[in-house]
């Protein structure tokens, strides 16, 4: 099949969409489908058009202005439409603010579209933003009703999402796309070593950012301390912006100066780098305080190299922990609940580790590859 996927950040820059859409795209290429990808060009350095080794071809449109983590790209509408009659399949993924307008387009041409929804896009600040951030969501709904089928995460999350909840002819759950890496039986302890962290490790994967909680993880440290001393908050991730190489600041950002001792900042991981990372976890905490959350890919990946999760007990986000049982959920925001958590994993170690195997029997990139063929065949849900 030829399929064309449209979102507004691909590749280099790092999100759980981008993760998500990219190895979606990969497993795709690597079993004979045609992929594309148009996206827009958020770097400039970036190249306008490339074929990337698996023989995806990507191509990336100029930003006029952007809105927090939207972006304003005129030319989008126009060229997707272009490429919109070579393929087969269009495979949007939102939040993206033509979806309704794309969606229209490529059903009288015969396409087959399917909509997959990440998150919900809210902008603060501004009047524009919030306008924008409304009319996202509405093209959103209306996209997602035209739609062959629109897809999500979890039930639970469709159920309270101001988008999915509107879902209902066409509503397909897929589980995200999980890839982690392989390691040795040392590599936990190798990694350890090399990045000379303390123990216990409590560690966090993931974006600085408001909504991803990171503040309240760091106000446990001294509730977690009390019970291990020698505890060490790993946390990895980019502490800069991907747009334009600022340093990232926020809530956390007098929390890091007043636990400094006790904290390891790790910025960017490779795919390799962050496997040992997960091994080397005692548990991983995902502590977001924000309903726009939608899973949290990270909780599973550390599972997968049995590592137990602390996170959130937010719609979706809690699914992983609920379904599997190998960590508990936290009040979200609530720091003494969640500092709590963390101790009651890192004092009962055998309760809560997980069983790899039994694990990727719920998610990976396999089964989630085979869902999306069977929606872009148009054909039904399988029976459990």
Not at 223 to 249: M, Q, Y
Not at 290 to 301: L, P
Not at 339 to 359: F, N
Not at 365 to 372: E, N, R, S, V
């Amino acid at each position: 099949m030829r399929i064309l996927q449209i979102l507004y950040y691909y590749e280099p820059y790092t999100s759980g969409l981008t993760i998500y859409a990219a190895r979606l795209a990969k497993e795709l290429a690597a079993r004979g489908h045609d992929v594309s990808v148009l996206s827009s060009r958020h770097d400039r350095s970036l190249p306008r058009e490339e074929t990337t080794p698996e023989g995806i071809q990507i191509r990336r449109l100029p930003v006029a202005a952007s809105l927090d983590r939207a972006v304003i790209v005129p030319t989008l509408i126009p060229t997707a439409i272009a490429m919109m009659r070579t393929v087969d399949v269009v495979h949007l993924h939102l939040p993206l603010a033509e979806a309704a307008v794309l969606v229209a387009l490529g059903r009288p041409m015969g396409k087959r579209v399917i909509v997959t929804h990440h998150a919900d896009l809210v902008l603060e600040g501004s009047f524009l933003s919030r306008v924008a951030a409304t009319a996202a969501r509405w093209s959103a709904v209306g996209g997602g009703k035209l739609a062959n089928v629109f897809v999500t995460n979890t039930a639970s999350r469709a159920r309270v999402s101001p988008v999915a909840k509107y879902m209902h002819r066409n509503l397909r759950i897929i589980p995200p796309p999980i890839v982690v890496e392989s390691v040795s039986g040392s590599a936990g302890d190798d990694f350890r070593r090399d990045f000379t962290l303390g123990a216990p490790v409590v560690g966090y994967v993931g974006r600085y950012a408001s909504e991803k909680g990171i503040d309240v993880l760091l106000q446990t440290i001294p509730n977690v301390r009390k019970r291990f001393p020698n505890v060490t908050f790993a946390l990895a991730g980019s502490r800069f912006d991907p747009r334009d190489g600022s340093e990232l600041r926020g809530p956390w950002t007098s929390w890091l100066e007043t636990y400094v001792e006790s904290i390891r900042q790790l910025d960017y991981l490779s795919d390799a780098d962050l496997a040992r990372f997960y091994a080397a976890c005692d548990v991983l905490v995902l502590p977001s305080v924000d309903w726009t959350e939608s899973f949290g890919m990270v909780q599973i990946e550390a599972m997968l190299r049995g590592t137990p999760v602390v996170a959130s007990d937010l719609p979706g986000v809690a699914d992983p922990v609920t379904k599997t049982g190998y960590g508990l959920l936290a009040r979200p925001g609530d720091v003494s609940d969640l500092a709590a958590k963390i101790t009651q994993v890192l004092d009962h170690p055998d309760r809560y580790r997980p069983d790899p195997q039994a694990v990727s029997r719920y998610y990976s990139l396999g089964a989630t590859a085979d869902a999306y063929e069977r929606v872009y065949r148009g054909e039904p849900e399988p029976r459990s």
